[in-house]
């Protein structure tokens, strides 16, 4: 007799936006002993890592590792650049915007929240209004989330910087990049940005456990007249100890070890082929929900992200019911909603470590989940998903395609 609740077979589908899957080589990686942080070894890693994350956020600009979550690097940025009762304009395009701005409020900061409906991404013309209506100069900073991980929405970050520049105003342009970094296409110098954070979990392929600042330098000026009260997250003492390859406290080694794999990864493949591999993987997917008949939560087709959907549930239809059904039929992890749309949206991730068959899996186990819970769809959503896929070949299969 079979025994209730046996380990399934295969390996387990996490299709949650992050999370996501470590592929082999950074697993290998971690797989290594512990070693002296104070040693010439741990030196040299440190100095590659330092030197390789840079080029993935596409900056020449200093780049500080905390041991932490992306939140631990949001509250890195905003303790670094601000002082009590600063001014924050911040932008609510879903969750993670939402969680920001919480945490803003908590480190004594001054927050103003445009309000948004989690379908659409930051506007321009209302940041660049706000920032002309402020006479006094009283606002220091504005706070953007690039990917909205529990949407699917992205945001026009040199549209943002265009605005701020175009007020005339000398706020800071502080972005969350923690699902888009590694990803979707991101440059921190050329965009203007002044700090971007970002996490391990997401596109770079590791465990959680890593936050980052990617620092510009109006932030590092900043940084000289803060007075927010800070040690762990204080810049000063991290730059001044990675200058020689150290950290000022006990650094996350093997996620480093990971980490210098990532960037491996990331850079041999390259940063442009690696956003064309997604966006098929974005247009698949939505092809494959058009076909269903189903709609996306993102709106604008212009802010529709290649890293993640987030899809509406039918009238009288439980996402987490259906999440459910999936998870126990086919061993397949969904995204949930959050907050404001629990319930109402499920979402796929297909970022990171992910391929065509990655993906054509994953729209299978969702249309098969669509039918075992009853939830109203047409069929063919995979293999519209498919024909574009077959269309649409990848850049490195071309040569061999022809």
């Not at 002082?83 to 969680?99: C, I, K, Q, Y």
């Not at 392929?205 to 932030?219: H, K, S, T, Y």
């Not at 319930?343 to 299978?364: A, E, P």
Request: net charge neutral; proline share 6%.
């Amino acid at each position: 007799m079979p025994r209730l609740n046996a380990h399934p077979s295969g390996r387990h589908f996490l299709q949650i936006p992050g999370p996501t899957n470590v592929p082999d080589r950074i697993l290998r990686a971690m797989d290594n002993a512990t070693i002296d942080h104070r040693g010439p070894e741990f030196q040299a890693l440190a100095k590659k890592v330092l030197a390789d994350i840079r080029k993935v956020f596409r900056t020449t600009q200093p780049v500080v590792i905390y041991p932490s979550s992306g939140t631990g690097a949001w509250e890195a940025a905003l303790v670094n650049t601000l002082s009590p009762g600063d001014r924050v304009l911040m932008v609510e395009t879903g969750h993670f915007a939402t969680l920001w701005n919480r945490l803003a409020t908590r480190v004594g900061l001054q927050t103003t929240l445009i309000p948004g409906d989690w379908r659409h991404g930051v506007d321009p013309a209302t940041i660049e209004a706000a920032l002309r209506a402020d006479k006094a100069l009283t606002i220091k900073a504005v706070c953007v989330v690039h990917s909205e991980t529990s949407t699917g929405v992205v945001s026009n970050i040199p549209a943002v910087r265009k605005a701020i520049d175009a007020a005339g105003h000398p706020a800071l342009l502080l972005v969350d990049a923690v699902s888009s970094l590694g990803s979707l296409e991101y440059r921190h110098d050329a965009w203007g940005v002044d700090v971007t954070v970002t996490g391990s979990q997401k596109s770079l392929m590791l465990p959680p456990g890593l936050g980052f600042n990617a620092i510009g330098p109006r932030a590092l000026e900043a940084a000289k007249t803060s007075k927010t009260p800070k040690s762990y997250w204080a810049w000063d003492e991290m730059l001044a100890a990675n200058a020689n390859g150290w950290f000022p406290s006990t650094p996350a080694t093997g996620l480093l070890y990971g980490l210098s794999e990532a960037c491996d990864m990331l850079l041999e493949e390259g940063l442009d082929a690696v956003a064309a591999r997604h966006h098929r993987f974005g247009e698949a997917t939505r092809r494959a929900i058009a076909a269903w008949g189903l709609e996306l939560l993102a709106a604008n087709p212009a802010e529709q992200g290649d890293i993640l959907s987030a899809i509406v549930m039918p009238a009288g239809h439980d996402a987490d019911a259906f999440r459910k059904v999936v998870l126990e039929n086919f061993n397949m992890s969904l995204g949930q909603g959050l907050s404001k749309v629990a319930g109402k949206v499920f979402r796929i991730g297909h970022l990171g470590d992910f391929n065509d068959l990655s993906l054509m899996g994953t729209l299978c186990g969702v249309e098969m989940g669509l039918g075992l819970a009853g939830v109203p769809h047409r069929a063919g959503g995979a293999q519209a998903a498919m024909e574009y896929l077959k269309t649409a070949i990848a850049p490195g299969l071309k040569a061999a395609a022809e």
